[in-house]
């Protein structure tokens, strides 16, 4: 059974930072392409940052330049450093794995590709 939980969700200032962590279990971490999505209340959930074994990195043009995303392969985790919040970056945050191909080729993330999903973390920012 595979297991997404994210932490490090809460409250946070605009121009501030956060740092979001997703923890998996239950399947070949490296063999799976990791990312991190958001959705706010009344939109489509967002493709924020994700990351593979490869090096296949992608940013939403929303965040780059102010998110980093981190694999902790020795954990089984990735993290998603905020820095620079905007209020605009208030929403629930979901871990996502990709556990049926570990490559990214597109430059945008898209929910249907991943087959598994954390329950959410909570991020407010306040200006």
């Known amino acids: 059974q595979v297991i997404l939980v994210e932490s490090g969700g809460g409250s946070g200032q605009a121009g501030g930072s956060l740092r979001l962590s997703c923890a998996g279990s239950?399947?070949?971490?490296?063999?799976?392409?990791m990312a991190w999505f958001r959705q706010a209340p009344g939109k489509e959930r967002e493709g924020v940052a994700g990351?593979?074994?490869?090096?296949?990195?992608v940013y939403a043009d929303s965040v780059g330049g102010r998110f980093t995303v981190r694999r902790d392969n020795a954990n089984n985790a990735i993290d998603l450093d905020m820095n620079s919040l905007k209020p605009e970056d208030a929403a629930m945050y979901y871990c996502a794995a990709r556990t049926r191909h570990p490559r990214w080729a597109g430059s945008k993330l898209l929910a249907g590709e991943f087959n598994h999903w954390g329950q959410g973390t909570q991020v407010t920012v306040s200006a």
């Open positions: 239950g399947y070949t971490y490296r063999r799976a392409y």
């Open positions: 990351a593979n074994d490869e090096r296949d990195v």
